[in-house]
């Protein structure tokens, strides 16, 4: 397609062209078209941008996603269901998520809500500095037990963006963050072949605008 055509249909204001090339062009008039239609940032085109959040090409997916997230990211409880917020956060990487206000709202709102008494998670033990089982390996359901620290929606999301500011000088290391079944685990781990430190923050929605924290720091030799 000739970007001109994208081009004249944003000078027209002519958001149904950008939305059929969305739909139904070749992959990169599509990309075009879903880049146009952000700029544009009509809300007629939230349809086919959710839409496209199911197609086959991983490209198109990520591309959907990302101009989802850009034109509503302030205001996405309000116009998105909670799945879809969930999935267009997974095309967002942990540094990003960690560094914005807005996006680690979204991810800690998007944990479902579990009753403040629950037992079904499971996360810490003995002394309360270890955290149990590996977040690189999967995201089950946890539990906090004592230490878990009750915080509000503003409280922890200052909590995420401080975890993240402590590590952010780190140079070799991995992130992983997820949330599962009313759990959130976000991890930054780094070592060598003699052992590894792991830095954790673990979050449970216990009720509407109220969150448990722990964060936690141990070490892993290796033993073999």
């Known amino acids: ?6 081009s004249a249909s944003i000078e027209n204001d002519d958001v149904d062209a950008l939305i059929e090339m969305a739909r139904h062009g070749q992959s990169d008039d599509r990309l075009l078209a879903m880049q146009a239609l952000g700029k544009v940032g009509d809300e007629r085109a939230l349809a086919v941008l959710r839409e496209t959040l199911r197609d086959p090409e991983i490209k198109i997916r990520r591309m959907a996603a990302r101009v989802l997230y850009r034109m509503v990211a302030d205001r996405a409880t309000d116009v998105l269901d909670m799945r879809t917020i969930q999935h267009i956060l997974r095309f ?6 960690l560094s914005s206000a807005t996006a680690s709202r979204l ?12 037992r ?3 996360l810490e033990h003995g002394d309360g500095t270890v955290v149990s089982g590996s977040p690189m390996e ?4 946890l539990t ?7 915080q509000d929606l503003h409280e922890a999301v200052r909590h995420m963006l401080s975890f993240f500011e402590s590590l952010k000088g780190e140079t070799e290391g991995w992130w992983a963050i997820g949330p599962s079944r009313g759990a959130g685990i976000i991890a930054f781990r780094k070592g060598d072949r003699y052992g590894e ?10 009720a509407p605008e109220r969150y448990l924290t722990l ?5 892993y030799a290796d033993w073999d």
Request: proline share 6%; aromatic share 8%; hydrophobic share 35%.
């Open 120 to 122: 079904t998670l499971d």
């Open 197 to 206: 430190t792991l830095h954790e923050l673990a979050l449970a929605r216990i």
């Open 215 to 219: 964060t936690t720091h141990c070490y």
């Open 144 to 150: 906090f037990r004592r230490a878990g620290i009750e």
């Open 92 to 97: 967002r990487t942990p540094e990003e998520i």
């Open 107 to 118: 991810f800690l709102q998007t944990l479902d809500i579990v009753p403040a008494d629950s």
């Open 138 to 141: 999967d995201y089950r359901g």
């Open 1 to 6: 397609m000739d970007p001109s055509r994208i």
